[in-house]
């Protein structure tokens, strides 16, 4: 069973207009989450993250934010520009685990001009 | 500033070939790991290594084996290739054990008749 899942296979989203990508994850041991973004034919590369012990992180226009209760964690996109269109990962990694991590299934943003 | 290099980007196999998959990095990372990507799977990692001479399994590691000679590579050998190794694989280095942004190289395409 997936620890970490990105229930969205893709998303629309008009040049300007904010961006959410949802993630959510099972293992009460993850204590830190990061976000990946991947283009075609390229390898991910990481977007931000989050401790555990946060509830918001903000990078410019890309913002996560972390609810612990709810086991779910989301990234924002203000305004959304046709070059953030890619594929988005969320990954976790559990307290002790050193740098290994789990990722999500991917969301496909499309940011339309 | 090559980063991660992977080599080859692309290969056919027949099932029951071998081969390796090469992967070197000139950051003087001391972790290193594979992943394969999977459609709706996101990224697994396969093995990683933290340091030179010390490598362990991560999620999926059957059919597959590694080695850290030196810092720089860590190559990921298929000794018998089945199809259902066929996917894009992944190798993806950090700074240090705690937890710290990957960066990955651009993959290696295998696919396995």
């Known amino acids: 069973d997936q620890q970490v899942k990105q229930n969205s296979p893709s998303l629309s989203v008009q040049e300007g207009r904010i961006s959410i990508l949802n993630c959510d994850y099972t293992n009460s041991m993850f204590d830190y989450f990061l976000w990946y973004k991947k283009y075609p034919a390229e390898g991910p590369t ?18 996560v934010f972390l609810n612990k209760s709810a086991k779910h964690l989301s990234l924002h996109i203000v305004p959304s520009q046709p070059g953030d269109s890619a594929v988005y990962f969320c990954a976790a990694r559990a307290r002790g685990a ?3 991590l789990t990722f999500g299934g991917g969301t496909r943003l499309m940011v339309k001009p | 500033n ?25 950051m003087n990372h001391e972790y290193m790991s594979w992943y394969r990507q999977d459609p709706g799977m996101g990224l697994r990692l396969i093995h990683y290594s ?6 362990d399994q991560g999620e999926v590691p059957n059919g597959y ?49």
Do not use: W
């Not at chain 1, 977007?47 to 992180?57: F, P, R, W």
């Not at chain 2, 290099?5 to 081969?19: A, D, E, H, I, N």
């Open chain 1, 46 to 63: 990481f977007l931000i993250s989050i401790s555990s012990i946060k509830d918001k992180n903000e990078d410019g226009r890309f913002t």
């Open chain 1, 98 to 100: 050193g740098n290994m």
């Open chain 2, 2 to 26: 090559a980063g991660v290099t992977q080599t080859p980007k692309f290969q056919v196999l027949k099932t029951g070939q071998s081969m390796t998959l090469q992967c070197a990095q000139d």
């Open chain 2, 50 to 55: 933290v340091g030179a001479g010390i490598t």
């Open chain 2, 65 to 113: 084996n590694v080695s850290r000679s030196t810092t720089e590579d860590f190559p990921l050998r298929l000794l018998s290739a089945a199809p259902s190794q066929t996917s894009v694989y992944f190798c993806a280095s950090s700074i240090g054990q705690g937890v710290q942004p990957q960066h990955f190289g651009d993959g290696t395409r295998l696919s396995i008749l």
